[in-house]
């Protein structure tokens, strides 16, 4: 194989381990927020006091949840619900 097709080879299947990483380590914080009742409609919700002075609101990690929820969804074939996914992340990002 061409050195360039090993470097392209090699690159995809690192990107695909770093994502598949990305998304284990989401779901896995989704699950600490919802088993933690810190979800909205949780017994101990996150409010913004809680976050405060760090840049983010409890509405940041509802969006969150609500990403980590439809990504598993997705992956898993099944049917994400619409939402404006990048916008939320770039916001998050951003901070």
Known sequence: MAPRKVDLALAE???????????????ELCE??????????????IVDEDVEGHNMTAQDLNNFATFAENLKLFLNAGTPMVFDYQSKINSFRGM
């Open 13 to 27: 299947r690192a990107a695909v381990t770093a994502f598949a990483e990305a998304v284990e380590r989401v779901g």
């Open 32 to 45: 600490i927020y919802y088993d933690s009742d810190y979800d909205e409609e949780g017994i101990d919700p």
